[in-house]
């Protein structure tokens, strides 16, 4: 059973950064690619960035690109998503998970840590 762990949410001013990091247990990590999520109340968990496996290739949901910045660390099964020039429309609850496809957005697995909190205020 895959089990993730995200932190490194907080409260942040317009315009600062965050870093988040989100380790993943119970599978082979270094085969996985991997993503990060987020979701807001009343909405659907959307997609916001993916890694592949040897971290080579990334891509983006247009309202981060330029922005966010995913990276991951295979030795230690983390992926991280730098998050740069924060906006209060970052402001949501962020998750990782794998994907299943190259490309996608679709999570891999139906089963989310507990994200961590990200509050932008203006």
């Known amino acids: 059973q895959v089990q993730l762990v995200e932190s490194g949410g907080g409260l942040v001013q317009a315009g600062g950064s965050l870093r988040l990091p989100c380790t993943a247990s119970?599978?082979?990590?270094?085969?996985?690619?991997m993503g990060w999520f987020r979701q807001t109340p009343g909405k659907e968990r959307e997609f916001v960035a993916a890694?592949?496996?040897?971290?080579?290739?990334?891509y983006y949901e247009d309202f981060v690109q330029g922005r966010f910045t995913i990276s991951r660390d295979n030795a230690k099964n983390t992926v991280y998503l730098q998050m740069n020039s924060l906006k209060p429309e970052d402001t949501a609850v962020y998750y990782c998970?794998?994907?299943?496809?190259?490309?996608?957005?679709?999570?891999?697995?139906?089963?989310w840590g507990q994200g961590t909190q990200v509050t932008v205020s203006s």
């Open positions: 998970n794998e994907l299943r496809t190259w490309g996608g957005r679709t999570p891999a697995f139906t089963s």
């Open positions: 119970g599978r082979t990590f270094s085969t996985s690619i």
């Open positions: 890694i592949g496996f040897s971290a080579a290739r990334s």
